[in-house]
């Protein structure tokens, strides 16, 4: 079955500098894939979707690519900032469903 | 307008009692889903409704979880004889037509402990 990866360690990151996270899956390429941001105790946030024919999508400061080659998706947030600090969580969408399989997330603090 | 809605936020029970979760979805969207999410692990999908049908219940962890939706609306996703390890945060999202691209949009979810 497939399966996410992603780092479950914190990743503490200088203000200003860009952030870069990761998601590995394993198995078949999905048709789209997610990025969510989620706060604590509140549900998670639509970030960016991008498709599997697609190598780089871009909004503001945020940036997804997706390989699938190495199956591997990475999230940059450049100029980043402390509202920036959150957990980032990914997500694969299987072709012809709605079902999402989603990663554990990563931890990000951005330091003033 | 107003986003999804969950209530209560938060729930301690006792084990072996049922407890009902409460989702109101943004007015307008067909679609609601219903997952889990327990400390450290990614969002466990329980149940998928379009409408007031749910055309997937393959998520559901055991016959003591059910749920349903009614006017298209407002849905309850029910624990009978809760267990310990139902302890976790239950999240609803809702999108406007479920298409695999619709964004999902969350609550804020409810974190049920069972003590």
């Known amino acids: 079955s497939q399966k996410i990866e992603q780092n479950s360690e914190a990743l503490n990151i200088q203000e200003g500098k860009t952030a870069t996270l990761t998601c590995n899956y394993t198995n078949y390429s999905p048709a789209y894939l997610q990025w969510y941001r989620q706060d604590p105790g509140r549900g998670p946030v639509f970030l960016l979707l991008?498709?599997?024919n697609e190598k780089e999508k871009r909004k503001e400061r945020l940036k997804v690519t997706f390989d699938t080659t190495l199956k591997q998706s990475l999230f940059h947030i450049t100029a980043s900032q402390p509202a920036d600090s959150a957990t980032y969580l990914c997500a694969l969408l299987m072709d012809s469903n709605y079902q999402l399989i989603w990663g554990a997330g990563t931890k990000l603090i951005i330091k003033p | 307008g107003a986003g999804v809605s969950q209530s209560p936020s938060n729930k301690v029970t006792e084990k072996g009692k049922d407890v009902e979760l409460r989702c109101d979805p943004i007015s307008g969207h067909t679609a609601l889903y219903w997952y889990r999410q327990s400390l450290g692990q990614g969002l466990e999908f329980l149940i998928y409704?379009?409408?007031?049908?749910?055309?997937?219940k393959s998520g559901l962890p055991s016959d003591r979880f059910s749920a349903e939706r009614t006017g298209g609306s407002v849905s309850t996703l029910t624990i009978q004889r809760t267990q310990q390890e139902d302890s976790a945060v239950y999240l609803c999202?809702?999108?406007?037509?479920?298409?695999?691209?619709?964004?999902?949009?969350f609550g804020p979810g409810t974190r049920l402990t069972v003590l």
């Open positions: 409704f379009q409408g007031n049908s749910a055309p997937d």
């Open positions: 991008i498709r599997e």
């Open positions: 999202a809702s999108s406007r037509s479920g298409w695999a691209t619709d964004t999902q949009y």
